[in-house]
Every structure is written in C-alpha cells, then in structure tokens.
C-alpha cells in the first residue's frame, strides 16, 4: 500500500458534543449541525448500513467456511461516520479560512486493506478525503507544545485499542514515544478544529454523544484507527467509538 506521510498520523482531536436545542437547533432526524450544514440521521444510517453491508458481502467471498454472525459485522459504528461527516466539514472550513489547496492523493484503494473496509463503500470513500484534508491542515500549523496532558490523552486512546502496552507512567509513555512528533501535529490540528467547532456553532444530536475526530497512527507493524476525546479544562469529554484496531503485539506508535 502506498500511502504519504500524512497516513502515518492523522489527526487526534475530538469536539465536545452541544444540545440541540440551542438557538433552536432540535430536529430528531438532524444528527449534527455544522454552520449552515445539516447531517441527516437518514445519510449516516445509509453510509452505515452501506458499509456493513459491503463489509458481510467482502467476508462471504473470502471466507472457505460459512462466516458466523459476528464475523459478518464490521466493528464501524454510525458514531464513526458521523465523526467523518463532521471532521471534513470542519476542516474544510479550516482551509478555507487559511487558503489552503488541497489535493487529491490518497484512493480508496489505498485504505481498504488497513479499515478492513471495501473501497466502494462511502466510509472508505470520506476516510480517503479526510486522510488528504488533514495531513494538508497538519502541514500548514506549527507543531503544538508537547505537554504531559496531551501525551497522556494520546496514549489513553491508544491504550483502549490494545495497540499498545497499558499501565504506564508519564515517563515510560514519553521513552515510547520518543519525539512524538505525531502529538505535536495532531494536538495543533485538535486546536484548530474545536476553535472552529466552535466559530461554527456544532450541534450534534444527544444519540450520538461527542463527536471525535477520526483517527490513525502507525505502530510500525500496522495502522490503528482511534479517536481522541478533545481535552478541555476538565480534561477528556468522554470515550469514543473507534474501528477496532489489531491487538497483536504493542509497538509504540510513531511518525515515519
């Protein structure tokens, strides 16, 4: 798989979930609002249900065996689309307001295989965009400060996955991570997304709790899909649903 080095550490940020009924924001079968954008519940339910469904067509065709149930489903959530929809909005708004052009680089084709997700389905289709809107954002902000909050949220997250050994010390995560230059490039881009989360007045549907920005880094075996709850004064707004990530081994993640 050819991928740049973007892929490697998308972005880590996660936008704190507001009522809908503010300013009169409250229709059930809206799932977020974004600025003058609506997000029906009806297209995440279709990019959902599209994306297990393709997934259990994928499994059939490779499986020697009749698959069970639980092999058929895909571990994607509407939670994970919705944080799609939401985090290219924004980021698209991001760019704008920046004059960034972005550019087209990174297929379908060329994630399939670490989402576990055919590249005919619309998920794989926004993660592909997502993937080339971000790393373009991350390459335009200065790298934030490396705090001790911030690398703990990181390894929180990436802990949930199993992708990395748990238990550990603020010490032992920064020997892990090195430089961490990852949670340098992805904390400034979680900035910039809730500045804007914010200038755009987001309203996401009380079902679908926070939304999180989608995320990736590299273990240096394999990719790990996570979301990273942004981190305010109070510390992480909640816990997020993620695509489940390969429990083999737990390398520290790190950029290419």
Do not use: H
Not at 11 to 20: G, K, M, N, R, T
Not at 169 to 190: C, K, N, P, Y
């Amino acid at each position: 798989m050819r991928a740049r080095r973007s892929l490697v550490a998308v972005s880590v940020a996660a936008l704190a979930a507001l009522s809908l009924a503010a300013c009169g924001r409250s229709a059930p079968d809206v799932a977020a609002y974004v600025g003058d954008s609506r997000y029906s519940v009806d297209r995440v339910d279709a990019i959902y249900e599209d994306a297990q469904r393709q997934y259990a067509e994928a499994v059939r065709s490779q499986s020697p065996q009749t698959p069970s149930p639980a092999e058929l489903r895909s571990s994607v959530t509407r939670q994970d689309v919705l944080n799609l929809l939401v985090a290219i909005d924004l980021g698209k708004r991001v760019a704008a307001d920046k004059g960034l052009q972005v550019t087209d680089q990174i297929s379908p084709e060329q994630i399939q295989q670490a989402l576990r997700m055919p590249a005919t389905t619309e998920y794989t289709k926004l993660w592909g965009e997502w993937v080339d809107l971000s790393g373009t954002l991350q390459q335009s902000l200065p790298p934030a400060d490396l705090s001790d909050e911030s690398l703990m949220a990181v390894y929180r997250a990436l802990e949930k996955t199993g992708a990395i050994q748990p238990g550990l010390s603020i010490d032992q995560v920064r020997q892990a991570f090195g430089e961490a230059g990852f949670v340098r490039t992805a904390t400034a881009l979680s900035s910039a997304l809730q500045e804007q989360a914010e200038k755009s007045d987001v309203r996401v549907n009380p079902r679908f709790g926070v939304t999180g920005v989608p995320s990736l880094v590299n273990t240096g075996q394999s990719f790990v899909f996570y979301s990273l709850p942004y981190v305010d004064q109070d510390g992480p707004v909640t816990d997020i649903s993620t695509p489940e990530a390969p429990a083999s081994g737990s390398p520290a993640p790190g950029a290419a």
